[in-house]
């Protein structure tokens, strides 16, 4: 990415283009992360869910997605970039595309991004809401924009409480003990 943004944005147009292919890459791989969940809850095959055999249904009751990444922990790290651009332009009111748009995106990609169910990815984005904080402490505070991330965020959460009650039973269970890191004297990705 570094590369590219040194060697092939020289305008703002181009800028821009980039910009949406991202989005739109985005967009199909986060369409793609609910396919897997859903296709592995529903009991499809591997070979079309794509999910490798650590991240199924088998290990917490739901699966975890990774969409075309080797593991969740890069999908979720590659979700990072479309979500902190789309949150900085979202905030900022930049209209690459429109703002109802980019509110589905966001969401989308946060539903992603949570049913990762990755720690470090977690932790990533808790640095770049920090960051856009500090940044676009201003911009961020008006009722408009409070109100648009509360209903997203409600929105996120009743869609991740979805998703994992269409697990087994153990499922909720499971993905709260993950997410608190609770095996910190046991779990080798909490070490690494």
Not at 41 to 48: A, E, M, T
Not at 103 to 131: H, K, P, Q
Not at 172 to 181: D, M, W
């Amino acid at each position: 990415l570094s590369i590219l943004a040194v060697n092939m944005v020289y305008s703002k147009e181009v800028l821009r283009k980039n910009i949406l292919i991202l989005f739109l890459s985005a967009l199909l791989v986060g369409l793609f992360g609910l396919f897997q969940f859903g296709g592995d809850v529903i009991g499809l095959p591997q070979s079309l869910t794509l999910l490798k055999e650590g991240y199924t249904s088998v290990v917490f009751g739901f699966p975890r997605v990774q969409a075309f990444s080797m593991e969740p922990l890069y999908f979720a790290n590659f979700l990072l970039i479309p979500l902190s651009i789309g949150l900085a332009l979202f905030i900022n009111r930049e209209e690459p595309v429109k703002r109802w748009q980019m509110a589905i995106l966001i969401g989308l990609l946060l539903l992603n991004f949570v049913l990762t169910v990755s720690r470090g990815g977690y932790l990533g984005l808790v640095g770049s809401l920090l960051v856009l904080g500090i940044l676009l402490f201003r911009k961020l505070f008006n009722w408009r924009t409070i109100l648009i991330g509360i209903v997203t965020v409600v929105i996120v959460v009743y869609g991740v409480a979805f998703a994992i009650s269409k697990g087994e039973t153990r499922a909720t269970i499971e993905f709260l003990s993950h997410i608190q890191l609770q095996d910190m004297k046991r779990g080798e990705s909490i070490e690494g």
